[in-house]
Protein backbone atom coordinates (compact mmCIF):
# COMPACT_ATOMS: atom_id res chain seq x y z
CA UNK A 1 0.00 0.00 0.00
CA UNK A 2 1.33 3.46 -0.77
CA UNK A 3 2.20 6.18 1.78
CA UNK A 4 -0.19 8.74 0.27
CA UNK A 5 -3.26 5.95 0.50
CA UNK A 6 -1.94 5.14 4.21
CA UNK A 7 -1.53 8.68 5.24
CA UNK A 8 -5.03 10.52 3.46
CA UNK A 9 -6.63 7.52 2.37
CA UNK A 10 -8.83 7.63 -0.84
CA UNK A 11 -11.44 10.57 0.29
CA UNK A 12 -10.19 14.41 0.00
CA UNK A 13 -12.00 15.99 2.87
CA UNK A 14 -10.99 18.86 5.97
CA UNK A 15 -9.32 15.72 7.80
CA UNK A 16 -6.75 15.57 5.15
CA UNK A 17 -5.59 19.12 6.45
CA UNK A 18 -5.26 17.46 10.09
CA UNK A 19 -3.20 14.72 8.95
CA UNK A 20 -0.78 17.29 7.47
CA UNK A 21 -0.92 19.01 10.72
CA UNK A 22 0.39 15.79 12.53
CA UNK A 23 3.41 15.51 10.32
CA UNK A 24 6.79 15.89 11.89
CA UNK A 25 7.89 19.40 10.34
CA UNK A 26 10.15 20.71 12.52
CA UNK A 27 12.36 18.33 11.15
CA UNK A 28 11.43 17.36 7.99
CA UNK A 29 14.78 15.05 7.58
CA UNK A 30 12.49 12.39 9.11
CA UNK A 31 9.24 13.11 6.97
CA UNK A 32 9.34 11.00 3.75
CA UNK A 33 9.69 12.96 1.16
CA UNK A 34 6.11 12.46 -0.42
CA UNK A 35 4.31 13.71 2.18
CA UNK A 36 6.82 16.75 2.75
CA UNK A 37 6.67 17.68 -0.86
CA UNK A 38 2.71 17.68 -0.59
CA UNK A 39 2.77 19.57 2.84
CA UNK A 40 4.98 22.52 0.89
CA UNK A 41 3.00 22.70 -1.78
CA UNK A 42 -0.43 22.74 -0.16
CA UNK A 43 1.61 25.44 2.23
CA UNK A 44 2.74 27.25 -0.96
CA UNK A 45 -1.23 27.60 -2.25
CA UNK A 46 -1.14 24.31 -4.82
CA UNK A 47 -4.41 22.07 -4.91
CA UNK A 48 -3.19 18.73 -4.23
CA UNK A 49 -5.55 16.07 -5.78
CA UNK A 50 -4.20 12.26 -5.19
CA UNK A 51 -5.88 9.84 -7.76
CA UNK A 52 -4.68 5.94 -7.73
CA UNK A 53 -4.87 5.07 -11.28
CA UNK A 54 -6.14 7.03 -14.55
CA UNK A 55 -9.83 6.22 -14.08
CA UNK A 56 -9.50 8.67 -11.31
CA UNK A 57 -7.17 11.13 -13.43
CA UNK A 58 -10.60 11.19 -15.94
CA UNK A 59 -12.50 11.77 -13.34
CA UNK A 60 -10.98 14.80 -11.72
CA UNK A 61 -10.25 16.47 -14.44
CA UNK A 62 -13.93 16.89 -14.85
CA UNK A 63 -14.15 17.52 -11.60
CA UNK A 64 -11.65 21.06 -12.13
CA UNK A 65 -13.58 21.52 -15.02
CA UNK A 66 -17.08 21.98 -13.73
CA UNK A 67 -15.53 23.36 -10.48
CA UNK A 68 -14.19 26.32 -12.96
CA UNK A 69 -16.67 26.21 -15.65
CA UNK A 70 -13.77 25.68 -18.40
CA UNK A 71 -15.80 23.58 -20.89
CA UNK A 72 -15.73 24.47 -24.35
CA UNK A 73 -12.46 26.95 -24.01
CA UNK A 74 -9.09 27.20 -25.49
CA UNK A 75 -6.77 25.42 -23.52
CA UNK A 76 -2.45 25.20 -23.94
CA UNK A 77 -1.28 21.71 -24.43
CA UNK A 78 2.03 21.00 -25.87
CA UNK A 79 2.35 17.78 -24.78
CA UNK A 80 0.79 14.82 -27.32
CA UNK A 81 0.38 11.98 -24.47
CA UNK A 82 -2.06 14.54 -22.88
CA UNK A 83 -4.43 15.32 -25.72
CA UNK A 84 -7.10 12.28 -25.16
CA UNK A 85 -7.45 14.10 -22.06
CA UNK A 86 -8.84 17.35 -23.90
CA UNK A 87 -10.70 15.30 -26.68
CA UNK A 88 -12.46 13.50 -24.33
CA UNK A 89 -14.10 16.95 -22.79
CA UNK A 90 -13.95 18.73 -26.10
CA UNK A 91 -11.52 21.65 -25.51
CA UNK A 92 -9.78 23.12 -28.16
CA UNK A 93 -5.42 22.93 -28.46
CA UNK A 94 -5.25 23.94 -31.94
CA UNK A 95 -4.80 27.51 -33.25
CA UNK A 96 -5.71 29.10 -29.73
CA UNK A 97 -5.78 32.83 -28.55
CA UNK A 98 -6.84 33.00 -25.16
CA UNK A 99 -6.33 29.98 -23.03
CA UNK A 100 -8.41 29.42 -20.02
CA UNK A 101 -5.20 26.88 -18.79
CA UNK A 102 -2.19 25.04 -19.41
CA UNK A 103 -2.40 21.68 -19.06
CA UNK A 104 0.73 19.78 -18.71
CA UNK A 105 3.15 17.14 -17.16
CA UNK A 106 6.31 17.87 -15.61
CA UNK A 107 10.16 16.62 -14.77
CA UNK A 108 10.05 16.74 -11.26
CA UNK A 109 8.32 17.45 -8.17
CA UNK A 110 10.67 19.10 -5.27
CA UNK A 111 9.81 18.18 -2.00
CA UNK A 112 11.60 20.29 0.09
CA UNK A 113 10.42 23.73 -1.82
CA UNK A 114 7.18 22.32 -2.51
CA UNK A 115 7.53 23.35 -6.14
CA UNK A 116 7.26 22.15 -9.73
CA UNK A 117 10.24 21.87 -12.43
CA UNK A 118 9.38 22.39 -15.87
CA UNK A 119 11.40 22.17 -19.53
CA UNK A 120 10.74 23.04 -22.71
CA UNK A 121 9.10 19.00 -22.89
CA UNK A 122 5.95 20.90 -21.27
CA UNK A 123 6.21 24.55 -21.64
CA UNK A 124 8.14 25.32 -25.14
CA UNK A 125 10.25 28.68 -24.65
CA UNK A 126 7.53 30.05 -22.93
CA UNK A 127 8.23 32.40 -19.63
CA UNK A 128 6.51 31.07 -16.46
CA UNK A 129 4.80 34.77 -16.00
CA UNK A 130 3.56 34.41 -19.80
CA UNK A 131 1.92 30.66 -19.14
CA UNK A 132 -1.90 31.05 -18.58
CA UNK A 133 -3.05 32.11 -14.77
CA UNK A 134 -4.77 28.02 -14.55
CA UNK A 135 -2.27 25.61 -14.31
CA UNK A 136 -3.31 21.74 -14.04
CA UNK A 137 -0.10 19.24 -13.48
CA UNK A 138 -0.32 15.48 -14.25
CA UNK A 139 2.42 14.05 -12.21
CA UNK A 140 3.74 11.15 -10.80
CA UNK A 141 4.97 9.78 -7.26
CA UNK A 142 7.73 8.46 -8.76
CA UNK A 143 8.12 12.48 -10.08
CA UNK A 144 8.74 13.00 -6.67
CA UNK A 145 12.64 14.44 -5.79
CA UNK A 146 14.12 15.63 -2.33
CA UNK A 147 15.61 18.51 -3.93
CA UNK A 148 16.32 20.53 -6.30
CA UNK A 149 19.81 18.93 -7.19
CA UNK A 150 18.38 15.68 -7.43
CA UNK A 151 15.89 16.98 -9.78
CA UNK A 152 18.35 18.48 -12.12
CA UNK A 153 20.78 14.92 -11.26
CA UNK A 154 17.61 13.10 -13.16
CA UNK A 155 16.97 15.07 -15.92
CA UNK A 156 21.08 14.87 -16.83
CA UNK A 157 20.89 10.66 -16.68
CA UNK A 158 17.49 10.73 -18.08
CA UNK A 159 17.76 12.74 -21.70
CA UNK A 160 21.43 11.13 -21.75
CA UNK A 161 22.95 14.84 -23.52
CA UNK A 162 19.68 15.52 -25.39
CA UNK A 163 19.06 17.29 -22.29
CA UNK A 164 15.67 20.02 -22.90
CA UNK A 165 16.48 23.87 -22.13
CA UNK A 166 13.89 26.30 -20.28
CA UNK A 167 14.40 24.14 -17.35
CA UNK A 168 12.54 26.51 -14.35
CA UNK A 169 10.57 25.76 -11.52
CA UNK A 170 7.05 27.80 -10.36
CA UNK A 171 6.93 27.56 -6.77
CA UNK A 172 4.22 30.32 -5.74
CA UNK A 173 0.58 29.36 -6.14
CA UNK A 174 -0.98 32.25 -4.78
CA UNK A 175 -0.26 36.00 -4.35
CA UNK A 176 1.80 36.41 -1.48
CA UNK A 177 0.15 38.16 1.43
CA UNK A 178 3.05 40.50 1.88
CA UNK A 179 5.99 40.34 -0.85
CA UNK A 180 9.16 39.79 0.14
CA UNK A 181 12.83 39.84 -1.58
CA UNK A 182 12.35 36.05 -2.61
CA UNK A 183 8.73 36.45 -4.00
CA UNK A 184 9.27 39.81 -5.51
CA UNK A 185 8.61 39.62 -9.47
CA UNK A 186 7.25 35.88 -9.35
CA UNK A 187 4.11 35.41 -11.18
CA UNK A 188 1.83 33.18 -8.59
CA UNK A 189 -0.35 30.83 -10.12
CA UNK A 190 -3.18 28.61 -9.53
CA UNK A 191 -2.04 25.15 -9.84
CA UNK A 192 -4.08 21.81 -9.38
CA UNK A 193 -1.85 19.09 -9.39
CA UNK A 194 -3.36 15.47 -9.90
CA UNK A 195 -0.84 13.04 -8.74
CA UNK A 196 -1.10 9.58 -9.76
CA UNK A 197 0.02 6.61 -7.61
CA UNK A 198 2.58 4.68 -9.81
CA UNK A 199 4.84 3.37 -6.98
Do not use: R
Not at 156 to 163: A, D, L, S
Amino acid sequence: MSLFKKFFGTTHDSSEEAKLGELNVSNPENTPIDELFTLNFKKNGGKFLYCENLEEVKNTFEDILTENDWFENDVMCFEPKLYSLLDENKLNYTAIKNPKFLLASCESLIADEGSILFSSNQIKQHKIQDLPTNIIILATTSQITAAKSDAMSYITKHYNKNYPNNITTIKYFEKAKVEDFLSYGTAAKNVYLMLLEDL
